[in-house]
């Protein structure tokens, strides 16, 4: 199966209460963000844009916790921002596996390492010697970890730890040259490699989380997905990007570039996703058959963006994930008051001119499980593909030149300091491990930590 039975089992179930009780509108998924700081400033980001303003803010572990409940969606993807910056993470992860939630853990990949050593460090005992060694012969951890791990923890906190209720879903657009560019850094690829590897060796589920733009080259994204299923990853979530609000105005005014030159159209989205039913095929991607047709261009959907709400420090962001036009207090008053109808595309018409070029999964996928459009058939299609066996990964990806060179000087925010007349920033190391990006990490945590011990008395 594509994904574990029984949380296949969970969804299902969850989507067959609701359709039994006639509930009109009901959560699948909720995107929850506990705080919109950032250790990255990836070019098309619109969180750290748009709430520039309250990155020092975070939401309670109670909130976080009160906000699943009232959602009642079976799955919780924790995002953010970086949910790994948010000082109770490892509780969070715990309360919503403790309520029965599937918990995606959003993450750029920069910090996971360190969760990881820390579920090592929490488990260790002696016999785990030969693991401590095979792990540092393949810099999967370093000397300085491996010495940590062994002093054990003395935490009364939880840790991450493996179920198959949770899976990390590590964000990655391209191999290693085209992702550093994205995120703006350049490491980043390769620490995301090292926590992936990490990750499956220690018997955690990992996902990965892509974004197309107009510059993506979908045969390297072909390859990257090559890559990372002989990685061992279990699924990857892939979605086009478009042109929403926060991210245009950032590409205008910080980088000086034309979002048209970036953003996917819906007719450039259809031309880039026209091979996705075959990669569905070939790779593990997460979602339905019906959403992949749509991104085909082979059929209409209408947008069910309620499906998955997105909770933030400012209350339930609405109409979507992308697009703000009010926070409310609550997903009951949100399902209310909005109205729903002004939103998406109906037979090829844009209700709101913003929703002109989108085709996300955070709109159109509920829409293929929930049977919005349907036609004779879909249901049997969503569940072969769902139920049907999982593609098994080519031993050939691991040929896959997935380390295809460093970007430094070449990215977006070289070329817009360049054109503010700052000098270039000195090279980083790119060395096995991400030793530049770990060096950055470490500094931006540490930025982080004095921050949140001076936010402590707000954070519940
Ligand atoms: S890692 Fe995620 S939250 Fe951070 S800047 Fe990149 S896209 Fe935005
Ligand atoms: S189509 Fe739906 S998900 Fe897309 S921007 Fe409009 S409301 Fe948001």
Redesign the pocket.
Known sequence: MRFPLALTAKIAAHILKHKLLRTRRFALVLQLEPL?T?????T??G??REYSTSLKDMMTLEDCLGAAVEAGAPMVSV????PLIYPHIEELVAGLLRQGRIVYV?T?GVFMRRKLCEYLASIYTPALEPELTTLLRDNLISGRDAAAVRQGTTRSRPVIAPTKWLYWNV?VDGLEYTHDLA?EREGVFRECVAAIRLAKRLGFQVATNTTVYKETDMREIEQLFQYVSALGVDGHTISPGYDFDAAKRDMIQRLGKNPADFFLTREMTRKKFANILEWGDRFNIFGTRVYQEFLAGKRELTCTAWAIPTRNIRGWKAPCYLMTDTHYPTYRQMLDEVDWNRYGVVNGVARDPRCENCMVHCGYDPSGALGVNARQGDTWKNIKYNFGSRPKPNPEGLRVKAFNGVSIGKGHLAEAKAALGFAKPPARSAAPGGAGVAAAAQEAHEAHEAQGAALGGRQG
Not at 38 to 42: E, G, S, V
Not at 79 to 82: N, S, V
């Open positions: 919109h950032c250790n990255l400033t990836c098309g980001c969180r750290i995002c953010g921002g970086e959003c750029n964000h995120v």
